[in-house]
């Protein structure tokens, strides 16, 4: 293991540096728990994770507890000692990880950490664990040096992020007095690219749905009968193609009219970001891309709503020829929202898009399956400015802005119950294999996140 | 039983009426023979049918052989003594039936003949044993009455016509001199409705192809890639919509090139058939019809070609929500084809077609999986005029001429090696339930129909 973590304050770099080896050999420890959430069988291992971390926070001087839910447990730490009136933050996390299978995909077992080339590949390594642990790392180095943080700290881990959160906006609800805060800081994404330290500013939010189209009530011979009625599959297949103009553009009366700009320096930044564009389409193995005309790949990414054919099932499906012309057809089809588009507004302009297009002689039904708001940060403000410095001097260069085309719904629960801005820095790195086998996260990224975590407490109050 | 059959020829008549009970006793046997072609398990019980068919026709007079091919064996059984000049004629029909499952929900077993309200219930009664019989005993009748036939006759029975006639071709290919003939006669199709004899004076064809799209190399998640590249499942519905135009007319270049109208005279007599058009949506469920505007119903189905889905399969199909952006996408599309369509021209012009409309960023691909020719009847010529004669005294009125949607493969075979006209004479009815449970045959449609079939011999030389 070889050191390459830069100086950025002597007091704390020092610290980490002389306890390199037990802060990763505590990690080592974390990630040899299968905290397998979505398996009933590893109920008591994603106990013990939870226990092992109370364990830790306490250890530190946090005042832990660990309260159940209907799920797996929340781990709730407080430090509330700062200077009168000192701000608070608010850092979450989550303890539980991805199933590790198929296990012979791993190269070293999933819940036997390994380093090899400068990666730390275990399950769990940067979702969440690793992420997580700079974070109690961070927060014991400032404790360690100085005997106090600058700014009040609550941390809460979650056990139930890799299926769904189910009973987290519960929980902040619940708690919502004592997690007030003034910023909430989240470390479960990554970075653009190596070297590149980043802020994640944007989620699309989710509008999904299914629609049917019912023809006659039977399965009838598309010999005896076709040609005089109408075709339930062809008609879904009609009303999908409407959903779209030639140019890319959703065509859904409405579907724009709540799209908020981004902000050009956003737009900006994104365009002068390093983006491989013939490495992307070399790694997803197609010809060309698509999507709206005149706009940048992360452009459409990040910035823009789509609407999407996610399944599609009608009639015979088998090996060979049936003559069949199917009673029904089924279309999953999921719209990726921007802000300030809703699911419920984008829900009406779809049934009533779907309404005004279906042909006679079939029936057609949209029924929403699930919905999540889009996210934006506005980038303004203490914790962002604060960032930006921790993370340019532990990186040696200014961060980028990110965006996400993916849904986090956590992070409009926060700040909807919290009213605090949310804060999205991660450290994983393109490829890391999140959900995946060979999952792993770069120890120069552990590094140098402990240092611009640790920094970010003292730039906060800076 | 009540006997209700006109006198059409008092001596065949009144052998007839004589021998109406041991017609129906031996139809009975013929139909408790399980011979389902599909099923390996009643190989023996195919070859059964064969073999007391066989035993039938060898009784009347005919010089009978059962020749084996590679599945089910033909019964070939010929008359060839009738004086010097005479016409030969061909009867063509099947002994296999189709399998009788579900069989819970047959009123009466499915190999247990019983009359009910007029109609003989069983599998097999309407297809095709009860049809290929009425052929065997009228030629009985006339072989009993006068000793003779007024031509020569060729019977041929299959045993594999419910799996797709597959040795058929070959069979007709390589005996055709002796099956040399001046017309081809079979049954095995229904009349318009009750009381109304009719002549099956067309049958569509089949182009029948599996279109796939393929676009990334693997699934991907639908928030980090959609918007930017092309979903195979969307470009394959906007590829299928672009199969019709909105007047239900289909768009493909050419595709209209081979069509041959129908002779006004057809079209009309269709016009005028009395077709209970609110009958066949009730029975459908449909709120209205569909496809190409200004024609009839009847019209769209038996004379103009389609363009249907058969199936639709992509990406993700289960119970609920999953942000999937599918791989590949697939269809099942066939093209009904009339007269003088070409399968194999069709083929070429939906390649063509769909390379296209094919958008870049996803590679398609269209694979023949099925195809068979259309065919329709000259009407013209002595054995229609002798069947018009016949069916007009058996039934007490005109024979009205019909189409059929769907495909008889065998039927182009025979006029193509045999350069025979083929006229297709049958006595099933709608809702006969030729492949589903409670198949029945009029009881009075098989009295008529012998009486028919008889009499057709001696119109044939009239």
Redesign the interface.
Known sequence: MTMSAPKVLSDLDAWLSKNDARIFDELFEFLRIPSVSARSEHDADTRRAAAWLHEKLANIGFTTETIPTAGHPVVLAEWRKAPAGAPTVLVYGHYDVQPPEPLELWTSPAFEPAIRDGKLFARGSVDDKGQLWIHVKALEAQLAVRGTLPVNVIVIAEGEEEIGSEHLAAFVEKYAKRLACDAVVISDSAMFAPGIPSILSSL?G?A?FEITVK????D????????????P??A???I?????HADGHVAIEGFYDDVRPFPDAVLAGMRSLPFDEAGFVRE?????????QGRT?LE??WT???C??????????GE???????AK????V?C?LVPDQDPAVIERLMKAHVEKVA?????VAVQP??GGKPWRADLDGRVFDAARRALAAAFGREPVIVG????IPVVGDFERVLKAPVLLVGFGLPGENAHAPDEWISVDNVRRGLRAMAMLLDEYVA
């Open positions: 699309r989710l999904y023809g006659p009530s039977s009838l011979h598309s010999g005896s009968y076709g040609g005089a009625v109408v075709n599959a062809m879904l297949a009609r999908l193609a409407t959903m779209h997803l193995g197609v010809s060309a891309l698509g999507g709206e790949t459409k990414l823009r709503p789509t999407e054919v996610n399944g599609l099932l009608s009639g015979y499906t060979g020829a049936k003559t069949v012309l199917p057809a089924m279309a999953k999921s990726r042909p006679a002689g079939v029936q399956l699930h996400e085309g993916g849904s």
